[in-house]
Nanobody, 115 residues
Framework: QVQLIESGGGLVQPGASLRLSCSCS????????MGWYRQAPGRERELVAN???????NYGDSVKGRFTISRDGARKTVYLEMTDVKPEDTAVYYC?????????WGQGILVTVSS
């Protein structure tokens, strides 16, 4: 059973920076894709950022230029660097790890952007 544990969320002010971490119980290079989705109240889950085994990254339109996904294989961790956060970034952020057609999810972590 793959375990994904998110950390680093919380309450931040608009314009601030925050780093989310996703610690994986398995070798992260085992997965075709890893990354982050988020879900705000009353909205559908949306892609924030992902990274494939070769290092190719994708970002949701609303976070391009502000968020950066990265990884550390030795620590089996994927990161999401969030800068210039906005109130509309408020959501539960979910880490995922996908191999073939199987997707594993973390429990989610809340990020609240408010003054």
């Amino acid at each position: 059973q793959v375990q994904l544990i998110e950390s680093g969320g919380g309450l931040v002010q608009p314009g601030a920076s925050l780093r989310l971490s996703c610690s994986c119980s398995e070798n992260i290079f085992f997965f075709n894709w890893m990354g982050w989705y988020r879900q705000a109240p009353g909205r559908e889950r949306e892609l924030v950022a992902n990274i494939n085994v070769g290092g190719v990254t994708n970002y949701g339109d609303s976070v391009k230029g502000r968020f950066t996904i990265s990884r550390d294989g030795a620590r089996k961790t994927v990161y999401l660097e969030m800068t210039d956060v906005k109130p509309e970034d408020t959501a539960v952020y979910y880490c995922f790890a996908r191999v073939m057609s199987r997707t594993n999810w973390g429990q989610g972590i809340l990020v609240t952007v408010s003054s």
